[in-house]
């Protein structure tokens, strides 16, 4: 069983800058796991953000957030990471990450999501 629990989100200015984590748990080992961070907006659907592979050598980020986010995974603490830098009121949504046996992220576990607002 794989337990997502994601950390970090609140209330910033634009501009400002938050970075989110993940916590990984469950008895797949985190190493072979592909990250990935969505989010999902009011009365939107959810979207995809960035992933990362098990390796953490490969990133791919949705094209509103290239060159603003950045993510990154530390295989010995089972974590995951979204650095969001310049975050602007679009950012504004609740974000989750998921974990998957690779990038595709067909059938992901996910976390239970954590608020990110972008609010002057």
């Known amino acids: 069983q794989v337990q997502l629990v994601e950390t970090g989100g609140g209330l910033v200015q634009p501009g400002e800058s938050l970075t989110l984590s993940c916590v990984y748990s469950g008895r797949r080992s985190f190493d072979i796991t592909a990250m990935g961070w969505f989010r999902q907006a009011p009365r939107k659907e959810r979207e995809f953000v960035a992933s990362i592979n098990w390796e953490g050598d490969t990133t791919y980020y949705a094209d509103s957030v290239k060159g603003r986010f950045i993510a990154s995974r530390d295989n010995a603490k089972k974590a995951a990471y979204l650095q969001m830098n310049s975050l602007v009121t679009d950012d504004t949504a609740v974000y989750f990450c998921?974990?998957?046996?690779?990038?595709?992220?067909?059938?992901?576990?996910w976390g239970q999501g954590t608020q990110v607002t972008v609010s002057s």
């Open positions: 998921a974990a998957d046996d690779d990038a595709t992220f067909v059938t992901p576990k």
